[in-house]
């Protein structure tokens, strides 16, 4: 198998499982687990959060390991985390254990993805590079649909939500075990450049990339901690149980994500910017979508399809975009774009639930589909840099 190959389908396993039911899974069961352990909404929001710190914690580990030990290791370490962090929620008997398994989980997430930048850039053609760190950013698409469709069936036919937890164990155990094959050629080296230090990272043309992934995390992660609940208080889906929403939002968001594989394609097309550009739009729709018709199938339907296509392009565009104007550091410009996609992914949900308690839920969605449309208006063209400038002065 070829390096292009071989990488491609060892990141969609590896983000398949750390983005999809490690980083969603709490969330998504939510109703289980309070059922289970009496969980407050006080309380849910405090073990979110924690995992959101293992998020941003795990990136920065991974980073490190990545310097000194090539990209193998910190990929092992995440599926290993989430191999052990959803085993400990399948047979946690208490809170204190469940909240030790979900922060375990969604560590993994910030483990398992950026090393792929590093292994991709080392083996894989400049040429061919797009289209593979694609694939590796829409395994996210496949893993929230399996999570999706894991929790619709808990919900529709009543089975343990221990037995799902138990088979992502196994799935994480399963990518753990290709992962170590696929990296092997890449187990023990760093690469040229990673050890440089982050302040090369500053640099004018790289300020809409961080901007971007600011408004992507905040933007993202409000639809995925609030849009299931808006659904659900708006009376839900006709003809369905209401508390089949999250289910059913993260099925249409998660297939609809695969279109993901055809960011390279849609860039050659449009260009940067303009992918950039109708990816926000595209965000704002949906948020507009889910703020107005909350309870029509269609418009649940197009709305969580939206989102995943936004959020599956625009992740890939991110990975290949700091590849390209970074292209010595391909694991730490990606690493720095993922922080600020974890910093508004904490930001965002605190801020979105006042909003949404101090004036509706409604006009919380619609405040988010602005921020997503103002952000597609307010770049230009001649500000995207898709390969480093000649000149060096541009550096902050």
């Known amino acids: 198998m070829t390096p292009f190959w071989k990488l491609s389908a060892a990141g969609f396993a590896a983000t398949a499982i750390a983005y999809g039911p490690a980083r969603m899974g709490f969330g998504l069961f939510l109703p289980e687990f309070r059922s289970a352990f009496g969980i407050s909404t006080q309380t849910a929001g405090l073990i979110s959060s924690l995992g959101f710190f293992g998020f941003f914690a795990g990136l920065l580990i991974s980073q490190a390991m990545t310097t000194r030990k090539g990209p193998r290791l910190p990929v092992i370490s995440g599926l290993l985390a989430a191999t052990i962090g959803t085993g400990i929620v399948a047979a946690a008997s208490n809170f204190t254990v469940l909240s030790f398994g979900v922060l375990l989980a969604m560590s993994s997430a910030g483990f398992a993805w950026t090393p792929f930048n590093n292994a991709v850039h080392r083996t894989v053609d400049d040429w061919s590079r797009p289209t593979a760190l694609s694939s590796v950013s829409t395994g ?164 969580a399809a939206l989102q995943g296509l936004y959020v599956m392009m625009m992740s890939a565009a991110l990975s290949f975009w700091s590849d390209r104007l970074f292209p010595s550091l391909p694991s730490k410009s990606f690493t720095a774009v993922l922080l600020a996609v974890a910093t508004g992914s904490i930001v965002g949900p605190a801020i979105a639930g006042i909003a949404s308690d101090a004036y509706g839920p409604m006009s919380m969605f619609l405040g988010s589909a602005a921020l997503a449309a103002a952000t597609a208006a307010s770049f230009r063209s001649r500000h995207i840099w898709e390969r480093p400038p000649v000149h060096s002065s541009e550096n902050l």
Do not use: H
């Open 140 to 303: 996210t698409s496949l893993g929230v649909a399996a999570a999706g469709t894991a929790a619709l069936i808990i919900s529709i036919s009543g089975i343990s939500w221990r037995l799902c937890w138990a088979m992502f164990a196994i799935a994480s155990a399963l990518a753990l075990a290709g992962n170590w094959a696929a990296l092997r050629e890449v187990a023990g080296t760093p690469g040229p450049g990673v050890a440089e230090q982050w302040r090369v990272l500053f640099r004018r043309s790289a300020m809409p990339l961080f901007g971007i992934g600011l408004c992507y995390g905040i933007t993202s992660a409000i639809y995925i901690s609030f849009a299931a609940d808006r659904i659900a208080q708006a009376g839900g889906v006709a003809g369905l149980p209401r508390n089949t929403s999250g289910g059913l939002v993260f099925v249409c968001y998660g297939i609809a994500g695969l279109l993901g594989l055809c960011t390279a394609n849609a860039k050659a097309m449009l260009g940067l910017a303009w992918l950039l550009r109708l990816l926000m739009l595209a965000c704002a729709l949906s948020f507009a979508l889910i703020a107005l018709w909350p309870t029509t199938s269609a418009g649940i339907i197009l709305s």
